[in-house]
């Protein structure tokens, strides 16, 4: 049985799994689906269509499920779906998608959104990211896997940060920062292979090495980015990380950050 303060508002077709906690003056309304086990705390606003997955963390205050910040939003039913095991902590404003993108803004499993950080209007969310306090993504963002973003950074719309990358703190992200790489800045240039953050993953220290290699035939060689490309696959393309950081480089539509001592 679902533990809803007495003082809690729910309206709309709202569909609690078992167990899950709704906290004093928190306002559900919509078409809202939460998972068993999750956890809703004080003042949360959750609105429009949205759907959290079991074993979640909504801390005090804040708000899922919001009209999305952009001038041509016309009020269309887009959502927000959230996975499972994910921790919001006090403050987070995760808002809905646009019909101009996707339609939905999407937080994969395991994620931790640190106190104040924002995800806009149709990001992709990957699983086990996190993001630190005040991190903000503008819209259309895509974070790839256990990448990190550190305090009061912002990313750029339709930017995307690799998996696996570190941003660093107090950084503006405006270019695409490719996987398993550091950036930082206040316009982010790139600081080398995430090598700690790779260990802590489970990475070997072959893949790391063949990694640090990938990065200096790509950023600091100053070939051509085709034939370093080349070069980077004829030595190492039977190597998943390195054919995914080379797709990530060809896919980009708003550039790569460049390494900071060519920037």
Partial sequence: MSKVHPTAIIKGEVELGEEVEVGPYTVIEGKVIIGDGTKIGARVSIKGKVSIGSNCEVHDGAILGDEPQHL???????????????????????????????????????????????????????????????????????????????????????????????????????????????????????????????????????????????????????????DAIALLLSEYGDHKEVRNLVEFIRTSKRGVARDAGRG
């Fill in 72 to 226: 041509k939003y016309a009020g269309e039913e887009s959502e927000v779906i959230v996975g499972n095991n994910v921790i919001i902590r006090e403050y987070v404003t995760i808002h809905r998608g646009t019909a101009i993108d996707k339609m939905k803004t999407v937080i994969e499993d395991g994620v931790m959104l640190m106190a104040y950080s924002h995800v806009a209007h149709d990001c992709i969310v990957r699983r086990g990211v996190i993001m630190a306090n005040c991190a903000t993504l503008g819209g259309h963002v895509e974070v790839g896997e256990y990448a990190f973003i550190g305090g009061l950074s912002a990313v750029h719309q339709w930017a995307r940060v690799g998996a696996y990358a570190m941003v660093g703190g107090l950084s503006g992200v405006s270019l695409d920062i490719p996987p398993y790489v550091r950036a930082s800045g206040q316009h982010a240039h790139l600081y080398g292979i995430n090598t700690i953050g790779l260990e802590r993953r489970g990475f070997s220290k072959e893949t790391i090495a063949i990694l640090k290699r990938a990065y200096r035939i790509l950023f600091r060689s100053g070939m051509l980015k085709e």
